[in-house]
């Protein structure tokens, strides 16, 4: 395995140490050590704002943590849940008195531990309400959605939210009208490696992609001959426009994630052509972004996320966020978040 | 090639408009539509800040446009220098009437289109000065030592000089010390495939690992065994303390980049022992980043870059920047500076 690292057994928690290592001035361990916050939270009169997940998936969910993002973060073995003690970390750490919202992904496990968590809490008087997010339409059966790349823009409007102080029960209320405006769709190009066993957890053979592959590259909706970027950026909208109706004039934000080993390029190029389908349908891109957001070790491939905004959401999404694996450049601002410690 | 791509030919034009469409709202295309400049630039009273470079090292260069950073840059084909027109066509956008930096890396061909573009635009009153980036230690002889990640840096800092309305003299003098004072290192753990011949260039033996690989993939230093992360960041650090001294109590920003296909998270490990054998030293760490912030198409492997820190370039290292490709979440900042027209 052509990789850096000491001890495949302990990637995990190597990479959490060095990564809390590295950005010291945002991000803080604690004594849960599959748990983080940023450094000024809990944050005077403001809603927490807490995620989770397995690992993997690189900048999530670590990456979100910082000014007007994430409060907390509970971290999970490689594509696998956190434990309910780590959730409940990250919910004592967020907790500044108004509550907690935590925003996750729509897979059974990961339920469980929350559920767990947010029982343990509630005896200290915690309050935390829940986001499922389900944005993945790969799955045409709602219950059955997994969450995706998506909840990285619930994390956004969520964090927003809570900075400008709204109430636990309007973070909540505008966090589920975003999810319900908002679907996600992936393809895959090339299987990940994972790392503890070395090799791929599945094939997709040269030639071939899969539409639909899941963030834990399996169940994928159908595999099909490699296209065109420009085919398969139709494909890709075309999926997720049987899960979501856009109507004329409609505002949206655009979101294309890498999967790990795609070139920003690539998404660039896809990028042309989602766009060019939108106009055709009279759609307004209101904002558009092209990145590695979320991804899942190694694997090629990309998702594409929309988002249909209304002017509530706009205003969220506008806010300036600071987010830990993205303010390298922009960090002098980082800092000036008030604390109640 | 298991890439999202129409025709491979077309992939660094497609590319870059993809990057344009995307961020409409920061970047702009010129006539010449191989160089592309920063929405708000030319700056009123501010020196014009240009780099260029052969396509393929996402999100270098066009990513680094923005705010307090680049105002123009040139782009070549995959792993070749821009055109002359090119360059020339980024400084006329660039130029404010206090004249442009072109900081570049340290390619022969690279510095005969740069050459060749000063002197076209000599002859309609726009001074050009250059600072030649040669921070890769892999050639031990200083005239041939090429140039890196560490380019980054040095466009953050010459994009805060220009933005704290220093004189172009005073840009080159403090570039060329932050030059002085860096350097960086790669290692390469698997070649990467050339979009337009659809294979490597070279071959990385599975095993093996490359020190001192060459951004291009070629020209490394010694092939040797693949070892452990600790191993490698020690290697990494000696052969960058061959071509610098560091002394107790030095202040350094430490700066870890990807080459394409290598997780945020091995970088994260690597950080660790970047760290502890720098503490061990008495060297002081002020900043630290690691990201994919200089990559090499697909190529496994990362770049440790050091810089020797003093009072001046803390100031600038620490100005708020919000180049294009890092800029999705703290968005709302990037539209508040002035334009001249």
């Known amino acids: 395995m052509q990789k850096f690292v000491n001890q495949k057994e302990k990637m995990v928690d190597e990479s959490i140490a060095g990564f809390v290592n590295c950005y010291k001035n945002t991000v803080e361990r604690l004594e849960c050590e599959r748990s983080l916050k940023y450094s000024q939270a809990p944050i005077r009169e403001k809603v927490g704002i807490v995620t989770g997940g397995g690992w993997g998936h690189d900048p999530a969910f670590m990456g979100y943590l910082g000014k007007n993002m994430l409060d907390a973060v509970a971290i ?78 619930l994390w956004k409007i969520a964090g927003a939210a809570a900075a400008l102080r709204y109430s636990l029960e309007d973070v909540v209320l505008v966090c589920q009208r975003a999810l319900d405006n908002m679907r996600t769709i992936a393809v895959g190009l090339a299987s990940c490696i994972i790392p503890e066993i070395g090799r791929p957890n599945y094939l997709i053979e040269r030639g071939t992609m899969e539409i639909g592959v899941s963030h834990h590259g399996l169940m994928s909706k159908e595999t099909c001959k490699l296209r065109s970027a420009q085919e398969t950026a139709e494909i890709m909208l075309a999926n997720l426009l049987q899960s979501i109706t856009l ?42 972004m092209a990145g590695n957001y979320f991804t899942s070790l190694d694997m090629m491939g990309a998702t594409l996320t929309i988002l249909r905004l209304d ?5 969220l999404i506008e806010l300036p966020a600071f987010p830990a694996a993205f303010d390298q450049f922009s960090s002098g601002w980082s800092q000036k978040t008030e604390s109640i410690q």
Chains 1, 2 share one sequence.
Do not use: W
């Open 76 to 153: 999970g073995n490689t594509f696998s849940p956190p434990s309910a003690e780590a959730f409940a970390a990250a919910f004592r750490a967020a907790d500044a008195g108004r509550g907690v919202v935590c925003l996750f992904g729509n897979f059974p496990q990961d339920i469980a531990s929350v559920n767990a968590a947010v029982s343990l809490v509630s005896k200290e008087g915690i309050v935390v309400k829940t986001i499922i997010s389900n944005d993945d339409v790969a799955e045409t059966d709602q219950s059955k959605r997994r969450g995706a790349t998506g909840e990285v823009l």
């Open 247 to 288: 109507t004329s004039g409609d505002d949206v934000l655009v979101m294309l994630s890498g999967l790990g080993n795609t070139m920003l390029s690539e998404l660039y190029i896809l990028y042309n052509h989602v766009e060019d389908a939108l106009r055709d349908r009279d759609i307004n891109i209101y904002r558009s």
């Open 311 to 315: 002017s509530e959401l706009k205003e």
